[in-house]
């Protein structure tokens, strides 16, 4: 893979990502055009890799919510008061809404590596009209600050479904935020922040796996280092973008973006141009 090749991977990698679009759907069809698919060792690597990038993204373009949230849930702690806090109390939330797609994506890991992309696409459309419905119908009131334990556990159970490749860990749990009665600009806050434990997880996880693979193949080297720093950069100003749009804006525009990529996906599959 050239250079140039993995800039382009990178920046999609790092739109879609955090655009509730789904990244996978959209790095399946760009490698697959480009020859290069995810059964492919190297490819798999490589976009495992690339990934870590936008993880650390969250943390960089987070930081200092997510050091308040750590320093208040320890001060809680050694105070024999865990939930006395407001930080404290949204560090025992993200715990509780991680550990529904820790769990089962671990013991489902093989399963849903072996979806097709019927799946995808089905995925792509099915989620998106699911979308269109909430933005329709939610109220959005709610703010940050107003999450509780029945929010951050059906969150979690949001961002264990998508889990399922095409549906889009963002774009699930932004559905369901919404679906609460947040705005939407909180339910993406909450979001993110929940993204964090998995990212990190799942990231070291992936690095552990994949690296080996990439250092028996060392013409992937380069791409795989440029495609990673470029996911970091794009996907960092992606998360400001994002915020400031949903901040003042519905979110009609992602549901169109789903709906044309399952639809051209499905077509691409149907006309054999991808595998089924």
């Known amino acids: 893979m050239s250079p140039l090749t993995a800039v382009v991977l990178g920046l999609i990698q790092a739109a879609t990502e955090f655009l509730p679009v789904s990244s996978t759907a959209h790095l399946l069809v760009a490698g697959e055009l480009i020859g290069h698919h995810l059964d492919e060792p190297a490819f798999r690597a490589f976009v495992d890799i690339i990934q870590v990038g936008t993880a650390l993204a969250v943390l960089v373009y987070f ?23 407001p930080e404290a109390r949204m560090g025992w939330y993200i715990v509780v809404g991680t550990v529904p797609a820790a769990v089962l994506g671990k013991a489902l890991e093989h399963r849903i590596e072996a ?31 107003a999450v509780g334990w029945r929010d951050a556990l059906l969150v979690g159970l949001a961002q264990a479904w ?17 679906a609460l009665g947040f705005t939407r600009e909180a339910a993406a806050r909450f979001s993110f922040l929940l993204s964090v434990p998995i990212i990190l997880g799942a990231g070291g996880y ?20 440029v495609g990673t720093a470029v996911s970091f950069v794009a996907g960092y100003l992606v998360i400001g973008w994002l915020l400031g749009w949903l901040r003042t804006r519905k979110t009609y525009l992602f549901v169109v973006w789903r709906l044309v990529a399952g639809a051209a996906l499905a077509i691409l599959i149907a006309l054999g141009v991808l595998p089924a």
Do not use: F, Y
């Not at 998508?162 to 919404?178: F, N, V, Y």
């Open 63 to 85: 930081r200092e919510d997510l050091w308040r949230i750590l320093a208040g849930s320890l001060r809680a702690l050694a105070a024999g008061r865990p939930l006395g806090t």
């Open 115 to 145: 979806l097709g992309n019927w799946v995808i696409a089905a995925s792509l459309v099915l989620l998106g009209l699911l979308l269109l419905l909430v933005e329709r119908l939610a109220r959005h009131e709610r703010h940050l600050e």
């Open 162 to 178: 998508a889990l399922i490749p095409g549906s889009s860990r963002s774009g699930c749990t932004l559905t369901m935020g919404m």
């Open 206 to 225: 992936k690095l552990w796996r994949t690296l080996p693979v990439i250092r028996e193949t060392p013409d992937w080297q380069l791409a795989t280092v």
